[in-house]
Structure formats: C-alpha cells, structure tokens
C-alpha cells in the first residue's frame, strides 16, 4: 500500500520516518567511523612511511581538500536528482575507498585514498538535509538535524575502540578493510528502503498528511529560484558559514590530533586511549539529541525560532572555550572532564546547525544550502590539522593547539550574536524567479 491509496485505519499514522532517520544516523556514523579511523593508525603510519608530525598533518588534512571544494556540486546534485540516488553514491564510493585504504605502500598513495574518502564523503550531510526538509514537519526537524548527526559522534567514538583492537588483532590494513564493508551493506540497504514520501510503499496517508500538514514550505525536486552563488547575498548564509567554520575547527580536533595527544602527552597504551577517547565522544552524542529535543520544545512553547537558535548555539560555542583548562591541568581524569564539556558544547551548538538550512533555504534549495554551509565549515578541516601540526612541530607542545582552539570558539560566538540576523526562508527577488522558471520551462 503506498501513500497515496486509503488507509484501512485512517487515523493511526505509520512510523515510517523514524525509519528513514535511523537510517539517516547509521550514514553518518559509519562516515565518522570510516574517516575516524586514520587517527588511531596514524602512528603506525608514521613508523611505516616515515611521517613528520607536519606530513601528519597534511595527511589527515588531505580528507577534506575535496570535502570542502565538492560540497556545493554535492548539494546541487542532491536536490536535482534526488536522495535515494546521491546518498547511496555518496556511502558506496567513500566505501570503497575506504577498503582500498589497505594498499596504500607511500605517503602519496595514503594520501590519495584520504582525497577519494573525501569525494564519497561530500555528499552526506547536503544529502541528509535534504531528507530531513523533505521528510519530517518543522516541529521535529530539530531533534531529526540532531539525530543524524549525532551518528558522527557514535561513529568516531566506537571508531577508536574498535579500530585500535583490529590494529592490535590484525594490523592497519585490515581494519580499514572491515569499516569499508560494513559502509557497501548499507549502500544496499538504502537503495531497496528509500523512496520520497509519496512513493513509500510503508507509509500511510494519515503518516503523508502529518508530514505535509506540518511544513511551512514544501520541499521537491522541481524549480530552484536562484543559482548557488545568490545565496552569498544574503546575511544570514554568511553567519551560518562562518559560524559552522568555528565549529568545525573546535570539532576536528577530536576526530584528528586528540588521540595523538592522549598518546604523546598523557602516554597511554593504544588499546586503553582507543577507549578513553571515546568519553567525550559518547557524552557529547547524547547532548546533542537532548539539545535538539529541548529546542523544538522551547519552539513548541511558543519562542520564537531566532531565539531558539541563538541561543543554544551561543552556549554551546561558550562553553567550548573551556578547553584552554586543560593547559593547566595534569590529572587524566580532569582532562577528559574538560574536553568532554567543549566537545559537547560543540555538538549542542551542532544540533542546530543542520536545522538551519531548512530554516533559511529558498524552496527546493535546502540540500544546496546546507552544502554551501557545509564546504566553508570545511575549510577548517583543511587548515586545522595542518596549523596543529605546524605549532606542534615548532614547538614541541599542545598548548598551542588548545589556545587557538578557545579563540576560536570566542568568535563563533560573536558570529551568532551580531553577524546573524532573524531566521526566515530567504525570499527571492522576483527577477531571480522569473529567470529560473525560464529554465526549467527549457
């Protein structure tokens, strides 16, 4: 029975959406897990070809030079073709990459596998967002927005353990064999599950009209009023970039030099940081869906939408700047208090910005907002990895790291306080919507 027929129980929805978000996490918790997997091998890598903490750095960097620069592509591609097709490309071919990983013999071929794991990997979150604007009403696209990407924090964080006892068992090579298959299951999975909401042979009408019923703007596949680039017009597209750059930095630490710092510094056996580390990980993920469901029901409540935003980003950029403690303290036990509560004021502040393209987005443009967003956020995970190797190789210390990590965290919050204006759908000016019904009348 599709959407479209009647239900022989018309007033009980189905549950079909909670489906496509679980379906939605498990995505972006094997992406976490499959580029969260190098932090753990990477000194054995080093040891292998021979790595400078600087050429470290350019290796973990070399992920997110394709990342960043595909996003855009990655979100126009999404919302033209639609999401059954883009995400199953997107989680098979970083699949493959990642396995292919194992015969890596070079720096520059370990390099180009991490630039291949990058291509797949762009069109997750364009991809994901989109399916949360198409898929569920506004009052729960907050708690969905931080559902799915809390997967990023379960997969980094079961990446650690998991990966450190397959190195330990079986060496690099195969561990990073295992995470790409278990990435081509999924790949199957979705291709026989997912359809648009219409089309989905388990959802009922009651489920459809719920859905529809509950959304300010109607998402699809059909006219986009604007190209990519008009959105660089607009205020708010430019806090959300900015502000998601801050973020980001904060939060490729911990997917990228934290274990390497448990080791160096704090001198902890593989196995035991690969489990250590996942603290703030884990307690991060579970504040960020927490943070999710309180803010749909502070919206729910009647605050308004721009409040509701700011300020749980607000604090949760606050409460990164924490991480300058960890300078000054030595007990292992009080670093990773200190680090589990800026990891998970970033995820807090992480819970909104899925949300927001959504939010701001012209029609049918969502998946291309979210990747613009999403490719200038990136660029910190290009200069993060590198500025920490750089500081690290000249001298010799973290403390470093961690203090341009806090300065970081200080102007995200000046972003979202003065740079970002009243959340609203973008309307386009009426010459830019005569002209994109002109191609698509071509």
């Not at 701001?360 to 443009?365: A, D, E, F, I």
Request: some cysteine; glycine content about 8%.
């Amino acid at each position: 029975m599709t959407a479209t027929q009647d239900d022989e129980i018309p007033h009980k929805r189905t549950k079909t959406r909670r489906w496509v978000a679980l379906m939605m996490w498990l995505a972006i918790a094997i992406n976490y897990f499959d580029r969260g997997n190098i932090s753990i091998a990477i000194p054995l890598m080093a040891k292998e070809f021979h790595l400078s903490p600087a050429i470290m750095g350019v290796v973990l960097s070399a992920f997110f030079w394709p990342y960043f620069l595909l996003q855009i592509p990655a979100g126009w591609f999404a919302d033209k073709i639609g999401h059954r097709i883009s995400l199953a490309l997107a989680v098979g071919s970083w699949s493959l990459a990642t396995a292919a990983t194992a015969a890596a013999h070079s720096t520059a071929s370990l390099v180009g596998f991490r630039i291949l794991l990058g291509i797949g990997e762009s069109g997750a979150y364009p991809s994901a967002a989109g399916v949360t604007a198409r898929w569920f009403p506004d009052k729960e696209r907050s708690r969905v927005s931080a559902l799915f990407d809390s997967g990023s924090k379960f997969g980094a964080a079961t990446s650690l353990p998991v990966t450190a006892w397959l190195i330990v068992m079986a060496g690099w090579r195969a561990a990073f064999v295992i995470s790409g298959t278990i990435g081509l299951v999924w790949t199957i999975a979705w291709w026989f599950y997912y359809r648009e909401p219409e089309k989905h042979k388990y959802m009922n009408t009651a489920e459809l009209k719920y859905i529809r019923n509950g959304q300010a703007k109607r998402e699809g596949l059909g006219v986009q009023p604007m190209k990519w680039y008009d959105l660089l017009r607009y205020r708010n597209i430019w806090a959300m970039c900015l502000g998601f750059f801050t973020m980001n930095y904060i939060g490729y630490f911990f997917y990228t030099w934290f274990p390497v710092y448990l080791l160096k510094v704090h001198n902890m056996p593989l196995v035991k940081m690969g489990f250590i580390a996942t603290v703030p990980l884990i307690i991060s993920m579970i504040l960020e869906i927490a943070a999710g469901g309180f803010a749909d029901w502070l919206y729910s409540r009647g605050w308004p939408l721009t409040r509701v935003r700011k300020t749980i980003l607000i604090c949760g950029e606050l409460l990164c700047t924490c991480i300058i403690l960890a300078i000054f303290v030595h007990s292992i036990f009080w670093i990773i208090v200190i680090m589990t509560l800026c990891k998970s004021g970033q995820t807090m502040a992480n819970s909104q910005v899925w949300t927001l393209p959504g939010d701001v987005s012209p029609q049918n443009m969502t998946s291309q907002v979210a990747s613009l967003q999403n490719s200038v956020s990136n660029l910190a995970g290009v200069v993060g990895p590198i500025v920490g190797g750089v500081i690290l190789q000249i001298t010799g210390s973290f403390n470093g790291v961690l203090l341009v990590i806090a300065v970081v965290a200080v102007l995200g919050v000046i972003n979202y306080l003065f740079l970002m204006g009243k959340i609203e759908p973008i309307q386009p000016k009426p010459h830019m919507i005569v002209a994109a019904a002109g191609r698509f009348a071509k």
